[in-house]
């Protein structure tokens, strides 16, 4: 028996992979290739294009965490039923989705993902193979904000860019504190349903920069952008369709009120975990 992890060469599998290590939990990756991490995990080859691949490693586990990747919206689509038809074969014991940032417990219906979506898919999906299984939904990452466009404008110029009005609140939280809310998710069969992660009340791109201002101990102001600007500065790091859902999710977001979660579904409510403050992210990342 093992714990399944997505992604977990990247932002949000890392860090649950190795909070699944360090409490003795033993763990297998899910890679392009079959391997050994440095760190002696061992890497099991399966596309999210193979039914086949994907159940095999899934038969078993004890645990699957699972969040879709950055790609075009069709491919996404095939990835999600791919990946609900080999959970439904495999039958793990537990199942824990992140919906990576995209809202679909809001008060707000302009910020609710399309039923069409992929990250829908996955969990109506999820939900008809009756396993035993969680939703983490964060809202915004604060990883976004060392994005390196972003983060040398903080370094060189003083000021933190990024789309959100200045008086915008959100509910902002870290892959380390997705991290912790999964970990515990994927041990807590009594626990169901749509866990939204995140600060409550929300914070704004003011508190944000200063924030920053108070760990770099200089001036950092905030300036907003245009949800096509940021767009534009994604291309070269995740290609122009990656890009242009980012761009959506943002032009969206300007059209609420705020992105903040709901207290009585929060992980602080459920779980009794509080998300970092982004003072106490910003030093555990040693930025």
Same mark, same amino acid.
């Given at each position: 028996?093992?714990?399944?992890?997505?992604?977990?060469?990247?932002?949000?599998?890392?860090?649950?992979?190795?909070?699944?290590?360090?409490?003795?939990?033993?763990?297998?990756?899910?890679?392009?290739?079959?391997?050994?991490?440095?760190?002696?995990?061992?890497?099991?080859?399966?596309?999210?294009?193979?039914?086949?691949?994907?159940?095999?490693?899934?038969?078993?586990?004890?645990?699957?965490?699972?969040?879709?990747?950055?790609?075009?919206?069709?491919?996404?689509?095939?990835?999600?039923?791919? @990946?609900?038809?080999?959970?439904?074969?495999?039958?793990?014991?537990?199942?824990? $989705?992140?919906?990576?940032?995209?809202?679909?417990?809001?008060?707000?219906?302009?910020?609710?993902?399309?039923?069409?979506?992929?990250?829908?898919?996955?969990?109506?999906?999820?939900?008809?193979?009756?396993?035993?299984?969680?939703?983490?939904?964060?809202?915004?990452?604060?990883?976004?904000?060392?994005?390196?466009?972003?983060?040398?404008? $903080?370094?060189?110029?003083? $000021?933190?860019?990024?789309?959100?009005?200045?008086?915008?609140?959100?509910?902002?939280?870290?892959?380390?504190?997705?991290?912790?809310?999964?970990?515990?998710?994927?041990?807590?069969?009594? @626990?169901?349903?749509?866990?939204?992660?995140?600060?409550?009340?929300?914070?704004?791109?003011?508190?944000?920069?200063?924030?920053?201002?108070?760990?770099?101990?200089?001036?950092?102001?905030?300036?907003?952008?245009?949800?096509?600007?940021?767009?534009?500065?994604?291309?070269?790091?995740?290609?122009?369709?990656?890009?242009?859902?980012?761009?959506?999710?943002?032009?969206?977001?300007?059209?609420?009120?705020?992105?903040?979660?709901?207290?009585?579904?929060?992980?602080?409510?459920?779980?009794?975990?509080?998300?970092?403050?982004?003072?106490?992210?910003?030093?555990? @990342?040693?930025?």
């Amino acid at each position: 028996m093992s714990y399944v992890i997505h992604g977990a060469a990247g932002a949000q599998g890392n860090p649950l992979l190795s909070r699944l290590k360090t409490a003795g939990k033993p763990v297998v990756a899910v890679g392009r290739k079959p391997g050994t991490r440095p760190d002696g995990t061992p890497v099991v080859a399966a596309g999210y294009t193979s039914v086949q691949e994907l159940a095999g490693v899934y038969a078993g586990a004890d645990g699957v965490f699972v969040h879709l990747p950055v790609a075009a919206e069709e491919d996404r689509l095939t990835y999600a039923r791919n @990946i609900v038809a080999a959970l439904s074969e495999a039958r793990p014991r537990r199942v824990v $989705v992140s919906t990576s940032g995209a809202v679909i417990d809001s008060p707000h219906p302009q910020l609710q993902a399309p039923d069409d979506s992929a990250v829908l898919t996955l969990i109506r999906g999820l939900e008809e193979t009756g396993l035993s299984h969680a939703v983490i939904a964060p809202r915004l990452f604060l990883e976004n904000l060392l994005l390196p466009p972003i983060l040398d404008a $903080v370094r060189t110029q003083g $000021v933190l860019r990024y789309p959100p009005a200045a008086d915008f609140p959100v509910s902002w939280s870290s892959h380390l504190d997705n991290a912790d809310a999964a970990a515990a998710l994927l041990d807590r069969p009594d @626990i169901t349903g749509t866990i939204a992660v995140g600060q409550h009340p929300g914070i704004t791109g003011p508190d944000l920069a200063q924030a920053f201002a108070d760990h770099l101990g200089r001036p950092v102001s905030y300036e907003p952008l245009s949800p096509e600007a940021f767009g534009h500065l994604l291309v070269p790091l995740i290609a122009d369709a990656g890009a242009a859902e980012v761009t959506a999710l943002y032009e969206r977001l300007a059209t609420a009120p705020d992105n903040a979660i709901s207290p009585h579904n929060s992980a602080q409510q459920l779980l009794g975990l509080t998300p970092r403050t982004t003072g106490q992210w910003l030093t555990q @990342i040693g930025l």
